[in-house]
Structure formats: C-alpha cells, structure tokens
C-alpha cells in the first residue's frame, strides 16, 4: 500500500480538487497525481478510461492560469489510471481562472497536502517569475476596466485599444501588469490632500481623497488644488495686476511628477499637504542610487516607472525626464522664496512657496505687501544666499552668524537680517545662545 507524500497525490476520481493540485505542484517543486488510486493507495480504476483521459487533459488546459500544460505530462497506465506528472513550473504563479490571482485561486504543497497560498507567497513567485521591475509584473487583479484612460487618450488624439496594450506594456503574456492596474479604473493607489490652518499642519480644514485610474487622479487632484490657488490683486501704478498664490504649471509639474515617479510597490498615497505659506507634495520612493537632489533641481532624472513615463510622454503631458523639475524651479525664478526638495530613504518631497506671501515678506523692517501700499524696492538679499546658507548647513551640519557673513561676504547687520528672515520663514532655527548660537535646518 503507497501513502501521499509530498509529491505524491490520490485521486479515486475527477473531482475540482484536481487543478489545486496541480497548481500547487506546478507552484512547488513538481509532484505526481495519480487519478484512479484512493486515498489509502488501493487502485479502483476509471470507469470509462479513455473519456476520462480526454477531461482530465482538456480540464487542466482551459481550467488553469497561465498555460500550465508546458509542464505536465499525461500517462494512461493498464490499470486505467491516469497518472499526471507535474514539473515545477517557470511562470509562477499559477491560478485557477475562475478565481485569478488571489489565495482562492493560487495553491501551494505543504506536507501531503494543497493549501491556499498567501498574498506574500504569491507575489514572490511573480517577482521572482517576472523580475523586480514593479509595472511589468502581473497584476494580482485580472479584472481590469480602462474607462477613464479611454477618455483620457482620446482626449490627446493618441490611439488607444486592445491592440495597443502590449505596445504600452498594459498586457504581457496574455495577461494584465501592474502598470495596467496603475492605469486602469481597478487602481489601488489614492492621492491625499489636506488642507491646513495653520503652519505646524495641525488644524484640518478640509481634506480629500481621489483614487481610480492615475489620469482620474491626475485630473480630480489637480482640480481641487486649483480652488486651494487664491488670487490676489495688487495695485501698480494705475493698473490692478492678479497673481495667483501658485504658478498652475508648478502645481501640474508637481502633481505629475509625484504620480509618475512614485514607488507603486508601496501601497500608501501620495500626500499633498496645503496651509497659507505653502503646499508640500509627497510620494513614496526616494531617490533612485547615484541622484541627489542636486541632480533633480538641475534637470538630470533617472524614471522609476520608465513604461508609466512613457505613457505620459506619448500624451504630451510630460516633455521628457527631468523637465518637469526645472520648469518648477524657472517658474520661481523671480520669487524671493524657492521650492524645496526634501528626499528620505523612502519619499521624495518638493514644497512649493505660496509666492503671494513670499511677495510680502519683511526685508530690513520694511513690509512689501500687497495693494496700493506695496514697496517696490528690491530685497536686500537675494534666494541665492538663501540657499548658499542652506547648502553650508546641510554640509556641515550648522552655521554661526560669523560664517554667515564669511561666506556671504557681508556686514554683521545684513548677515543677521537674512538669517533672522529664514528664521521668520521656518528655514533655519537657532540652537543656544551668545558666541554660542548656532543655526540649523529645521
């Protein structure tokens, strides 16, 4: 009397258990079912053998996900059992189609036994079958629906369809990639604004969350963050001029940046956080290796979701890798305060400055503010220290008022002026106090 192992299976008969098991030799390391053997070993034989055979085969074919018949092997033995062997299989996971990527679907041998695979389990076997790139990975969710991106290609005169789903990256191998999920109206990931009444972002205004296809997000959080942008009128000379508090290309340079570069892999939303001085967008993923944000301000970018690039370069809605950045930067180029790029292990944040209150802040004890009373006199100082400032402390880790006026080649009252303005404006912070008084980054 033979036992179940570990790559030994019985089947008295044709049951659905049968494509679990399968699945989950294809999804191990490759077993043998014998159709035709009861549980205790005994030999009981298939009635009508050879139709047997015919379902057991076409079964297999037409019941599992992807085309698993590359690695099994079918013997009609004289005792009319059937005997299947099963190799492990190169593109893992394998599924039940009617249940799709999901443990109700996907099987695993533990001991003599089939069980579900966990949601871990199967997305190692996808990333080791299909390689560490995220959007070319196969989906976990097969039933995709691509409405919004229809409307969205169609609205930039660029042809969209099921033949083109292969040529974007949409479908490989028959089946949907992550990027088809990022695109599709099935996408898990969501963009977050909050809107802040005070600088600490503590106190909630109003908050949103806008989720579908990429391109609904792109659209809907845009839309919102332009009612965010305030305009205000400000007199000069006989003529009233409108400024709004953000640049909307800034805000759509930003946005898009946010959602093509992010690191899908990691299920948390883009963050954009609003108050009245600024508004902040963060994503996750930080820098590729080998960028600094150095690299980024100047224009150099190494895209994380190269496919997802080039789908929003094919609609025209990025002009190519790293413009988007140092558009952002030449938009500002007039404005007292710069945007900031703030990168972690694991996010990429830019802050983009409300340039109305920029446009009001105190220089030398003087407001220039909005309105008939504004100053037209130019600052006494100008971003670019600013920012020589800035550099210094993230080289060295401080700053002293001396070296301040050292490296700005400055008089001690204008040195402290510019260091009391970024105080005011939250870019630095003095620790101690006297000849001991050092700044730092907040």
């Keep these: 009397m033979d036992f179940e192992t570990e790559e030994i299976e019985f089947k008295s008969c044709i049951t659905g258990d049968l494509y679990k098991e399968v699945i989950a030799f294809a999804n191990t390391n490759g077993g043998v079912i014998y159709v035709g053997i009861d549980d205790e070993g005994n030999v009981v034989g298939l009635d009508n053998v050879d139709e047997e055979y015919t379902r057991i085969t076409n079964g297999i074919r037409d019941a599992i996900m992807p085309d698993v018949t590359t690695v099994v092997r079918f013997t009609l033995q004289e005792n009319k059992v059937v005997r299947i062997a099963v190799s492990e299989g190169s593109n893992k996971p394998y599924y039940l189609k009617a249940k799709g990527l999901k443990p109700s679907g996907v099987y695993v041998r533990q001991g003599s036994s089939s069980a579900p695979a966990s949601p871990d389990q199967i997305r190692r076997m996808i990333k080791d079958s299909d390689g560490d790139v995220f959007e070319e990975m196969r989906s976990m969710n097969q039933d995709l629906v691509f409405d919004s991106a229809e409307k969205t290609f169609a ?193 990429f944040k830019i802050v983009l400055p409300n340039m109305n209150v920029a446009s009001s802040l105190v220089y030398d004890g003087s407001m220039v503010g909005h309105g008939s009373f504004a100053s037209e006199r130019p600052a006494p100082y100008t971003t670019g220290q600013m920012q020589r400032i800035v550099d210094f402390i993230k080289e060295k880790g401080r700053i002293t008022d001396l070296e301040i006026e050292t490296l700005l080649g400055l008089k001690k009252t204008r040195a402290f002026t510019i260091a009391k303005r970024m105080r005011d404006m939250g870019l630095i912070e003095a620790v101690g106090r006297g000849d001991g008084k050092v700044y730092v980054l907040r």
């Design 155 to 347: 609205k930039y005169g660029v042809a969209f369809g099921l033949d083109k789903y292969r040529t974007l990256g949409i479908v490989r191998n028959g089946l949907y990639t992550n990027l088809g999920l990022i695109l599709s109206d099935q996408c898990l990931h969501t963009v977050k604004v909050a809107v802040f009444g005070d600088d600490a972002k503590t106190i909630f205004k109003d908050n949103k969350e806008f989720g579908g296809s990429v391109f609904e997000q792109l659209e809907s959080a845009f839309d919102y963050l332009m009612l965010c942008n305030r305009t205000v009128s400000e007199i000069k000379g006989l003529e009233r001029v409108e400024k709004q508090d953000y640049p909307e290309a800034a805000l759509r340079e930003a946005l898009l940046n946010a959602l093509v570069h992010r690191d899908y892999s990691f299920s948390g939303s883009i963050i954009v956080n609003v108050n009245e001085k600024e508004i902040e967008f963060i994503s996750l993923g930080g820098l590729l290796p080998g960028l600094s944000p150095d690299d980024i301000r100047s224009g150099i970018s190494q895209p994380r979701n190269k496919a997802l690039a080039e789908v929003f370069h094919r609609l025209r809605l990025i002009e190519s890798y790293g413009t988007g950045i140092r558009r952002i930067f030449g938009l500002y180029s007039e404005c007292p305060l710069q945007p900031r790029i703030e990168v972690t292990p694991n996010t």
